[in-house]
């Protein structure tokens, strides 16, 4: 396990989704949601944590409003040589094996994590770590990813294939029930995303790293699958797209 110690630097990242205000803001109420039932000093832990920004706000939301000592740690596999503020802990882990005690912590947050599993079982492994690490009576509060139809996630497979980029992403009953079947208790938080994540060819491209050419294979692929149950993904010209769908979840032991 390898933790740094910052020294308050502002972290920045080139993917705006992990800067999302609208995210952040809708993950920060979900919290809120649960911050009278937490104890004075309260364990945190950030998996996907990107730059933290997400964890940074939770932090100053526990702090300022409900005057808790927060002990807060973030997984770091997006960002290197990291800086954070004073006493913030920033660890690479592997999210099926995480480096921590059983029942060490009062929040888990994680952010877009449990799909790039391969399988159900792999992802599963995940949540059960999760629960593992979580005290009793504590909170795991996660964004998921879903989309409209069975069909959807096919072609979204498919897409993410032609660039060996897994992401296994799933409507919204296989969300809830794969949740369910590690957590006794799941709820869905009264504060949503109002916006779904909208991503386009350009996007795609900067994101993966993949060549025009390839970005010209996903259109004809999506040319050719696409059918009224795939509304949510888009093609135009030679241009490509689609909005997914998240939701906060709010689960418990």
């Known amino acids: 396990m390898m933790i740094n110690k910052g020294e308050g630097k502002k972290l920045t990242s080139s993917y705006s989704w992990f800067e999302d205000l609208d995210v952040i803001k809708n993950f920060v109420l979900a919290v809120d949601e649960v911050a009278d039932k937490l104890p004075n000093e309260v364990n945190v832990l950030g998996i996907g944590s990107g730059v ?27 960002i290197k040589d990291t800086k954070t503020q004073d006493g913030v802990s920033v660890v690479e882990m592997d999210n099926k094996s995480m480096p921590f005690y059983d029942k060490e912590f009062d929040i888990v947050v994680a952010r877009s994590v449990t799909h790039y599993e391969k399988e159900d079982e792999e992802e ?69 995303p109002t916006k779904p994540l909208s991503i386009e060819r350009k996007d795609f491209i900067k994101r993966y790293d993949i060549s025009n050419e390839l970005a010209d294979e996903i259109v004809e692929l999506i040319k050719i699958s696409k059918n009224e149950e795939t509304s949510g993904i888009w093609v135009e010209q030679d241009n490509f797209g689609w909005s997914v769908n998240y939701a906060i979840l709010i689960c418990g032991n």
Request: glycine share 2%; proline share 1%.
């Open 52 to 78: 933290g920004n997400l964890e940074y706000s939770i932090k100053k939301l526990l702090e300022d409003k409900y005057d808790k000592k927060v002990n807060l740690t973030i997984s770091d596999r997006i």
């Open 124 to 192: 599963l492994k995940v949540l059960d770590e999760i629960k593992r690490v979580l005290k009793l009576n504590s909170f795991f509060i996660t964004e998921a990813p879903y989309l409209s139809s069975k069909t959807e996630v096919d072609l979204m497979y498919k897409i993410h294939s032609l660039v060996s980029k897994f992401m296994k992403l799933k409507d919204y009953d296989e969300l809830l029930n794969i949740h369910k079947k590690v957590f006794s208790k799941v709820s869905i938080s009264e504060n949503q």
